[in-house]
């Protein structure tokens, strides 16, 4: 007679959008395995998935439950530090566990069944250009009868040299031959490549053989800290931020303690990367999105297991499973791309707080331009902050010089392009005496909207309520929100006038303008148009650093990290663009902006100089970065943030509730309903804690064909939000349809 042991049951959460786990029983042979944290293979919907174990004290459940089929690894795949860290953040940003867990483990260990396999290997053929063409006129004539040639030319270009051939015929609406011209003709080379090289494996820059006095003081101030509190390391550009974190880490990882370094897009800061291993070698993970499932895995296994120590990565880093953590470093901590768009809607800077608490690790802030939510911080005792008051040996912040575009004189023929005279001449010095020059203008596209100068009327998305961007090479109508592109249209849509107006400057029309202007300048533009292949960015920095480019035109992505010290001259070109946004952090935004980019000029021996251009040179978020002070602009910034004025982050705790419907009235009755809810809850439960704005449209009314509401719930104590939206979380599955956004970083 054999007595069976009583049968034991696990919640088991999977990747869905529901509040709980589900039950499986726990056969006897898995009774070692599947523990918290634990992954196991679950039948659930007719399929098999892999779940994650969140608990085994499960009572007896009151209906019939499937047994777990097995579990793969020998040992839990989450520690009990990160697993409750996962329910932190499931609570705090009201997020299913299961949704979750998606973003702490990365994709092929998590949800579907057997896709932890290697990623496949691509086998492509690669145009790479062989001969540059510096000048216009050498262009001009190597092309004279073939345009299609040039346009698969100039794309290949402002790829960063090399593209795959198939998706630059596609992209272009070329065929496969104009391509092989550019080989026939020698500026050009055509090879099968199986598979893309790593760009991150290779890179390794040697740290700095001495420390600077400053540096070496911080880094005493660092460690002289208790663990408990964070650093912000508040350095000016070119402060040499790194060096400090790094030797910092170094200390750590030669006791065999492990750390993580956020870096907020890890294409955009190679050279960070490139030093940390450096100095860590292969020690070191880099999770970055190029790299294949298989790839992912591998890395996640090697931390888990302590064969690396160190994780460089962005924002989903923080959930790496590194051992022993002892320190974890968010640069740049000010930027927006730590907080993710989707569920979970987690900041992973604040998130970083609570893992440092949970594991005994110390979390180091780096900033040029910190937040004011990490300055309220320091305000109120919970930060320390450590400054580095100086450029590395002593070289001076560029003068910024704030050109009034009301009245400045511009260049002639500059149509819309605003070229002042005072930014036209700073460029052309530069480009004498061979120095390079980068020019910011946070728009890309040719022309940033087409209308028609008869009825007025603005050619817009069928499915946002956005302006569509035009493009050109080849020239279409895109939106920026969604997938929409289509032909430019010959007469107006609304009043069928023949002519249409373009209007708006974006990057791709900058860049024409500057081509034709200094004809002898080697150009290239970084955008999200020119970066879409994989390593794209790469290659355009690689021939920036390389001094085979003399003007670098782009987006924000050109405002951060770098660190080129024979760029002297940075042209903010329209510093306005982001400055009116209805949203309560536009000030802030185009502050970190300009003062970001402003730091890539003189960062070498040579000296550098700063033009920004401006219709509004007396607001305090360009007078302020003109002088490099993020205390400048706190303090004209933060009295707007509280009453008179309406509150918001950091005077206040924010959560904001969207609503989404495919009809308008729908949105609105799902956000009223919320609003409803919501200011009820305050009343009844939480003593008139809340402050409910709304409900009202959301500025950008229609996206991707969902009509949009939202509600602003604001409290003075963050511990009333947390209340209410998890009480809002607990609710019936009505209230789907509205998306909660904690701590949201956009408000549009
Ligand atoms: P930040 O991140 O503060 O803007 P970086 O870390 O990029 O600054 O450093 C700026 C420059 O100074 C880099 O080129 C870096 O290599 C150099 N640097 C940093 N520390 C030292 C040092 N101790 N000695 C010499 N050069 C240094
Ligand atoms: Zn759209």
């Known amino acids: 007679m054999s007595r069976e042991a009583p049968a034991r049951f696990a919640e088991v959460a999977l990747p869905l959008p529901v509040a709980t786990g589900f039950i499986y029983r726990i056969p006897e042979a898995l009774a070692q395995r599947a523990v918290p944290g634990a992954r196991v293979l679950v039948p659930v919907r007719g399929r098999r998935a892999l779940g994650l174990v969140v608990r085994t004290d499960v009572p007896l459940p009151e209906y019939d439950t499937r047994e777990i089929l097995s579990a793969p690894d020998a040992e839990p795949a989450l520690g009990e530090p990160l697993l409750e860290l996962a329910r932190w953040v499931s609570r705090y940003y009201g997020a299913p566990l299961g949704l979750t867990l998606r973003s702490v483990l990365p994709g092929p260990l998590f949800g579907a069944a057997g896709s932890a396999g290697k990623g496949a290997e691509v086998s492509e053929r690669v145009v790479t250009i062989t001969r540059a063409l510096p000048s216009l006129l050498e262009r001009e004539r190597a092309f004279a009868r073939s345009p299609k040639r040039r346009l698969a030319y100039e794309a290949i270009e402002a790829l960063g040299g090399s593209a795959p051939v198939r998706q630059l015929a596609e992209r272009l609406h070329v065929t496969d031959a104009v391509i092989a011209g550019l080989a026939t003709q020698g500026l050009a080379r055509i090879e099968r490549v199986t598979r893309t090289r790593d760009p991150f494996s290779g890179l390794a820059t040697p740290p700095p053989p001495v420390l600077t006095d400053d540096q070496r003081r911080a880094i005493l101030a660092i460690e002289g800290t208790p663990l408990d509190r964070p650093v912000l390391l508040h350095g000016v550009t070119g402060s040499g931020k790194t060096l400090v974190y790094l030797e910092v880490l170094r ?61 460089v990565g962005p924002r989903s880093a923080l959930f790496a499973p590194v051992l022993r953590l002892r320190a974890i470093v968010v640069d740049e901590e000010h930027e927006s791309s730590y907080k993710q768009g989707t569920t979970p809607r987690y900041h992973a800077r604040d998130v970083a707080q609570v893992r440092a608490r949970l594991e005994g690790a110390r979390l180091i802030l780096g900033s040029a331009t910190p937040s004011l939510e990490t300055l309220a911080q320091v305000a109120d005792g919970r930060v320390v902050e450590v400054g580095l008051p100086e450029r590395v040996g002593a070289r001076p912040l560029p003068p910024v010089e704030v050109v009034d575009l009301r009245s400045a004189p511009r260049v002639e023929n500059a149509g819309i392009v605003p070229w002042t005279e005072a930014l036209d001449a700073r460029v052309r010095a530069a480009l004498d005496a061979r120095e390079q020059v980068i020019l910011l203008l946070n728009r890309r596209g040719f022309s940033t909207f087409v209308q028609c100068p008869k009825c007025g009327v603005v050619v817009e998305c069928p499915s946002c309520s956005i302006a569509l961007t035009l493009h050109r090479g080849p020239e279409v109508l895109r939106c920026h929100y969604c997938a929409h592109q289509e032909p430019v249209a010959e007469t107006c849509g609304a009043c069928g006038n023949p002519t249409q107006r373009m209007g708006g400057l974006g990057t791709q029309q900058l860049e024409h303008f500057v081509a034709l202007r200094f004809p002898a300048a080697r150009l290239a533009r970084m955008d999200l148009d020119t970066t879409s292949s994989k390593w794209a960015h790469h290659r355009i920095l690689e021939r920036f650093a390389r001094g085979d480019v003399d003007v670098l035109v782009g987006t924000q992505m050109i405002a951060k990290g770098l660190d080129f010290p024979n760029v002297t001259v940075v042209g903010v070109v329209d510093a306005d663009t982001g400055l009116h946004l209805p949203d309560f952090r536009a000030a802030e935004r185009t502050f970190q902006l300009v003062a970001q980019v402003a730091g890539r000029a003189g960062r070498g021996p040579k000296g550098g100089r700063v033009i920004v251009q401006t219709r509004s040179p007396d607001h305090h978020a360009i007078r302020a970065a003109a002088r490099h002070s993020v205390r400048a602009f706190a303090e004209a910034e933060l009295p707007l943030r509280r009453p008179p004025h309406p509150a918001y982050p950091p005077t206040v705790s924010l959560a904001r509730f969207v609503a989404t419907a495919g009809q308008a009235a729908q949105a609105e009755e799902g956000a009223r309903r919320a609003a409803d809810w919501l200011r009820r809850a305050s009343a009844e439960r939480l003593g008139g804690a809340l402050t409910v704005l709304g409900p009202a449209p959301c500025p950008i009314a229609r996206l991707k064909g969902r009509w949009r509401w939202h509600v602003l719930v604001k409290a003075a104590d963050g511990r009333a939000l947390s209340r209410v939206v998890r009480a809002w979380r607990a609710g019936p599955r009505g209230r789907g349809g509205v998306v909660v956004d904690r701590d949201p970083v956009s408000l549009l």
């Open 251 to 311: 200390t750590l990882v030669e006791r065999g303690d492990g750390a993580i370094l956020l870096v907020p897009e890890i294409a955009l800061t190679p050279q960070t990367v490139a030093r940390v291993r450096g100095v860590f070698g292969d020690q070191v993970a880099v999770l970055h999105s190029g790299l294949s499932d298989g790839e992912r895995a591998d890395a996640w296994w090697a931390l888990r297991r302590g064969t690396r120590r160190v994780a």
